[in-house]
């Protein structure tokens, strides 16, 4: 192979070559919002062309982000990363919520049922499939966030320490979602609370130092070594094309996948709880399958857990908002008890993960229990819809939803107590943290 084929700038040619057929199809269209698949456009062609844009658009994402953390910190590189990475999921959600503000009953509980299930999606899915790539990946590359160890599915992947504030902050989350569909939908208050969460979040990252940057190759290299004017142009750049070729494709992506499953009999409340939130995680899954590759687990378990955070505080507490301006007037999203036992599974699911991670790491085993449970209840679920008619299987899917939450439940409260002194030093940490991100002398050294 010549050597200027693997010249970085030729893989950024490559990766924005890949998005001209979504683009020439928009321009084509009138817009992206006028591609319907399955009515003036073939399903199969717009999940091909979609899906491509989206996979070059998730590597030129990745890149700017890589870029960026040589200017700022870390954290708040990958906060960003992370935003821009689910930004389809807020579109789509935004939609349903946006319906329903207009007088569609039923669009509020689809939004519910699309935040929840991309929620499941990415610890179930998610931080499950990542965790058992990058152990299996460590086979090849030299991947110091893998531990080795004795015994059957003990291997794990280790996480950076620092990330102790994004775990906590999302416990804080996780304990304030169970109480939210106590008052029958979500309203201004859960708004207040978990949207100033998050910006309580960035808060303390964007005031975190600026580290020295791990030593990448390939494109972050090309670009890092650059003077700050034009590495700047790239990132800034890079953030914004990429993420408009995310946002504008991963809806026609979803579209696309749900014509085809309906085509096969899949029902439609299945498949915009399940399908159209996986559709909107790949560029998510593909950044840190990217990151896995290069040896870099940690960065990207890193965006993961942020992805989850942004996820359960942003995109719940801006539901109640897109909500209000489209009924004119400050309201509650409303939705109906199936709904309500999704939001409590979908809590009981990340404080089961998060108590798997208040000892900094996750294992083979634990990956594989949090993917058991996760395929296990959305294939019960899928068997239950196609088997029984309603009222009859929404009364099942309610039990089952109903029992996992409390095998969920009973698996987290037994690992808290268990790893009690993890969560303490957890928590003595992310405080620590706090205080440096305000202090003058930055944040503390830590020792453990």
């Known amino acids: 192979m010549r050597s200027w084929l693997r010249h970085p700038l030729v893989a950024v040619g490559f990766a924005l070559v890949v998005t001209l057929p979504w683009i020439g199809l928009v321009l084509s269209a009138g817009g992206y919002s006028a591609i319907h698949p399955g009515e003036n456009i073939s399903a199969v062609v717009a999940v ?68 929840t299930g991309a929620n499941r999606i990415l610890i179930g899915l998610g ?106 142009l790239f990132i800034l750049a890079g953030f914004a094309f990429s993420g408009a070729i995310i946002f504008t494709a991963v809806h026609p992506f979803a579209e696309g996948l749900e014509t085809l499953g309906l085509q096969y009999g899949i029902p439609e409340f299945f498949m915009i709880q399940w399908v159209a939130p996986l559709a909107s995680e790949s560029p998510e899954l593909v950044i840190v399958a990217y990151l896995v590759n290069k040896a870099r687990s940690t960065a990207g378990f890193n965006a993961l857990i942020s992805s989850k955070l942004n996820q359960w505080t942003l995109l719940i507490g801006t539901l109640a908002v897109v909500y209000s301006i489209s009924a004119g007037a400050i309201g509650t999203l409303p939705f109906d008890g199936k709904q309500a036992a999704e939001i409590w599974i979908t809590a009981a699911q990340s404080l089961f993960a998060v108590a798997i991670l208040t000892n900094f790491e996750i294992s083979v085993r634990e990956a594989l229990v949090l993917f058991g449970l996760f395929a296990s209840q959305v294939l019960a679920e899928f068997y239950v819809i196609r088997t029984y008619a309603e009222p009859t299987a929404t009364s099942i899917s309610v039990t089952i939803l109903y029992a996992y939450t409390a095998l969920y439940l009973v698996l987290a409260v037994w690992l808290f107590v268990k790893r009690r002194e993890s969560v303490q030093r957890l928590l003595r940490r992310t405080l620590s943290d706090v205080r440096g991100a305000f202090s003058s002398s930055g944040r503390p050294e830590h020792t453990e």
């Open 48 to 115: 091909a062309i979609a899906g491509v844009a989206i996979l070059g658009g998730a590597f030129l994402l990745a890149w700017a982000a890589e870029t960026a953390e040589k200017d700022v910190p870390r954290a708040f590189a990958i906060a960003v990363l992370a935003v821009l990475a689910v930004a389809p999921e807020y579109a789509v959600d935004a939609l349903y919520a946006w319906r329903a503000g207009a007088g569609d009953a039923q669009a509020a509980n689809l939004a519910v049922a699309n935040m």
């Open 127 to 232: 931080w499950a499939g990542i965790a058992l790539f990058s152990i299996y990946r460590a086979t090849r590359t030299a991947d110091p966030a893998i531990q080795r160890r004795e015994g059957t599915l003990t291997d794990a992947v280790t996480l950076d320490r620092d990330i102790s504030i994004e775990i906590t902050f999302l416990l804080a989350a996780t304990a304030f979602a169970f109480f939210v569909p106590l008052n029958g939908g979500i309203g201004p208050l859960d708004t207040l609370f978990l949207v100033g969460l998050y910006v309580c979040y960035l808060v303390v990252v964007v005031r975190g130092d600026v580290e020295e940057p791990e030593a990448h190759v390939g494109v972050p290299a090309y670009f890092q070594g650059l003077a700050r004017v034009p590495r700047v």
